[in-house]
Each structure stands twice: as structure tokens, then as C-alpha cells.
């Protein structure tokens, strides 16, 4: 059995702070005190949980999607690293032709019709395997993120599904590899899946890590292939594209109510600190880039908080080629609750 691994870094995510780590831990590191419970409420892959294993890890994120790999990551449940290895190598030496819902919606599209089948195949394979109680919700998890990082390597896009390459050759094939999760977890680490302001208002933490979408892009829209086959409802596929309906799914943070509901969401954390990302892209570039709060709003809000403190850093930013912007800074607005 030849089964490669791969790390939680290892994949394409609009916003992912994975290159911004040695700058967040030292902000935390240097300005904040006796910080156990670390909650990652935006979390994305969760990269920035990843910085910060000798604390108890919260994390939520709207996208179940994003969800399920932070429960491969950080959840506290055990998973038998054989079982999984040997259930992958036995994906990885599949060959599949069957048409499933997979094949019939996308072949040719984001991957060939070859590899529709497969993942069509897997993820189904994976959902029996679960009913059947051969996997637990971990395992279960660790399988779907093996299959969403195989997919995000080989797909024929630039980094998220908004649109393919028409008429290209399919010359990578799909791979999976093995998450190296760890089976030493913090008991109470915790994954949530729900809309920021509803879970802010349950939880305690000693510090909140906030990373909010900037602009008006949403994520469901550039990942909704992920978050597709992560649910596996098997919904209907609309335009080029092939998205499912995402209305349930969209953030307030991408339009014009994102500053008064960031405002109702400082007010409901229960923390000591808050730490917040937040780029400068404000009005420097197209209208899609803009940056949905300005700098004054968020330095009112924080401030009726608590004392805040900006720390910055120079960062390339991903821009579509639209926008050109230079001297982008990556910055961290530190609040120390009152
Ligand atoms: C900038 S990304 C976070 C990137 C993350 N820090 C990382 O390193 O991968 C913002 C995330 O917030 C999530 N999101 C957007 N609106 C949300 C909401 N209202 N509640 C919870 N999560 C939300 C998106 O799905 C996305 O994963």
C-alpha cells in the first residue's frame, strides 16, 4: 500500500491566513495573557486553529464543507488510522464507470467523466460505510476531507468553481491521500457549523479569532462543488457552472449589512480578547474587491468593546487580475475586552 499524506495547509482557499501564521502567533504570543480556549469563529480550512494545538479549539464556519475538515482536524473523537488508510487505498485503486449523480451533472466540466464517476462512487461508498456503522463521524469526516483536497488538486479551475476551462485535456487523475490528523485532540475541542452571530452568543472563550469575508465575493458561490459533494443531498444544478441553490447559505459579512451585523456580534461575544483580520483592499480596488467595513467602523465598534490595538504586515494578495494592488498590508485589529 503506497498512500500519500497530506497537511491541512494543503489546499486552495480564498483568504486562508496559513502564510500569516508566524505573524498571528506572535501578535497572540506577545499582547495577550492566560489565553486556554481559542475560538476560530470564520475558520475556514482552519489553518490558524492548526498554530495553536496546546489550546482548547472552537471553530465554526457557515460552509459545512469547511466543517467537516475541521472535524477531521480538531475533533477530539479517536479514528483507526488503518482503517482509513486501507479504505483510501482501496479508493485510489478503484476503477469506476457507473453514472451517478456525479457524472450526470458534471463530466467534462470541473473533472473528466472518469473521475465524476469516482468521486460520485466515494462519496456514496462513504455515506454507506457510515449508515452501516463501519465508520464513525470522524472517520467519516477524515474520508470526506481526503476526497475534497483530491478533488481541489485536479480541478479544472483556477482555485474555485465559479467557472471551468472549456475543451481542456483532463491529465491529472484523482488521488486521495491520507489527512494526518492527530488522535491526541483536546477532549473538549469543539466544531460548529452555523452562522457566526448565532453561535457567538453560546459559547465563552479567552480569545476570538475573527476572519471575515472582506467583500461582496461569497464563499458558497467560489466553493459550492465542495460544499455539493461535503452534504451530498444531491440537489438539482443550475447554468455553466452547475451550482445548487445557496440561498440558505450566504453571509451578511458579503453585503452592505456586514457592518451592523459584525456590530451585533462584538456586542455578543463573551471573551478577554478579540482578534480580528481585516485587509485593506477598502476602495483601492473594483467594486467587488471593496472592503465591506471601513477602517472607522470597525475601530468604533472594537472600541466600544474594549482598547484596541492595530498590528500590521506587508502581504501579496490574490487578486483576479482586475484589480492590480500593491503594498497590500495584512492587518490585526487586537481588542483587550473591558
Ligand atoms: C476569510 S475566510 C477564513 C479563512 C481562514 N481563516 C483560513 O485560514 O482558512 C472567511 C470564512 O468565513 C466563512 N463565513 C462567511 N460568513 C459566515 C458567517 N456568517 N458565519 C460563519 N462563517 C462565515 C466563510 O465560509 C469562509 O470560510
Redesign the pocket.
Known sequence: MSIKSTAINNRR??????KLLPFITKTVNENCDSIDIFA?????????SSAFPEKIIIT????YS?YICNLAWFSPQQFDSLKIKNIIDFYNNLHVSENNYMSENFADTFFSAADCSKIGYIRNDIEQKFVEKNINEREKALLITSLLYAMDRIANTCGHYDAFRQGVTFDKKLELYYPNASNANNAQNRCFN????SIAKQIEADLVYL???YNSRQ?CDAYHLLENVARWKQPEVKGIARKMNRQNLK???CTKFAPKTFEELISSLRCKYILL?YNNMSNKGNNRSNAKITDDEILRILGRKGSVQIFSEEYKTFTTGKSDIKGNKERLFLCVCK
Open positions: 482557499y480564498l483568504g486562508n491566513k496559513y476560530d469563529l470564520f475558520a475556514g480550512t482552519g489553518a490558524v465554526n464556519d457557515i460552509l469547511n452555523q452562522d457566526i452571530n476572519d471575515p469575508p464563499y453571509s451578511d459579512y483580520s
